[in-house]
């Protein structure tokens, strides 16, 4: 197991103007979150937003907290929101355990505590895609299904954009400081 943080800078929009393909692949898209027993994220200056990806396969995998973050625990100051995006997994947040299917999610507020990425199965496991933000205060975990989203449709068939969104971390599920997400 291990644990990987590249650390982007922002980009001024008058020189991002400027960018060819390659300099915006680099600057902007993330090509490996899930990687067999890694844990993989970028630390983003813009907003010290943290995105990443965790695939336990063979042992569980520790949120740890990386160098930019100066804080013993990941959640020290921070929220997170987590989606499931592959085989059933466990997150273990000190001790309680957090069962998440395909495409159900789980919010955890603030706080000194450990967190481990399971899989129920390593032939089919989990992927667990997160957003992390600062925070300011601590609001309660939650596991959201999809269920309980907030469902967004949007867009036309005749404009090739016809799509549902659902929101499962925004402010008409659960309290949170900043972290808005859905799928």
Do not use: W
Request: glycine residues 8%; proline residues 4%.
């Amino acid at each position: 197991m291990k644990t990987n943080y590249q650390l982007r800078y922002a980009s001024h929009p008058e020189d991002a103007k400027h960018y060819d393909t390659a300099r915006n692949r680099k600057e902007f898209l993330i090509p490996t979150l899930f990687t067999k027993d890694e844990v993989n994220m970028v630390y983003s200056m813009y907003d010290r937003m943290v995105v990443g990806g965790a695939m336990p396969v063979l042992e569980a995998l520790p949120l740890e907290a990386i160098d930019p973050l100066k804080a013993d625990y990941f959640l020290t100051r921070r929220e997170i929101g987590i989606f499931n995006v592959g085989g059933d997994g466990v997150v273990e947040v000190d001790g309680t355990e957090f069962q998440l299917s395909f495409k159900e999610a789980l919010y955890l507020g603030r706080g000194d505590r450990n967190v481990t990425f399971k899989s129920v199965d390593g032939n089919n496991p989990a992927k667990f895609y997160f957003n992390s933000c600062t925070a300011h205060t601590s609001y309660p975990d939650k596991k959201v299904t999809k269920a309980e989203a907030n469902i967004l449709k949007l867009g036309s068939m005749e404009g090739a954009n016809d799509r549902v969104i659902n929101r499962m971390i925004v402010s008409q599920v659960l309290p949170t400081c900043q972290l808005q997400m859905g799928m």
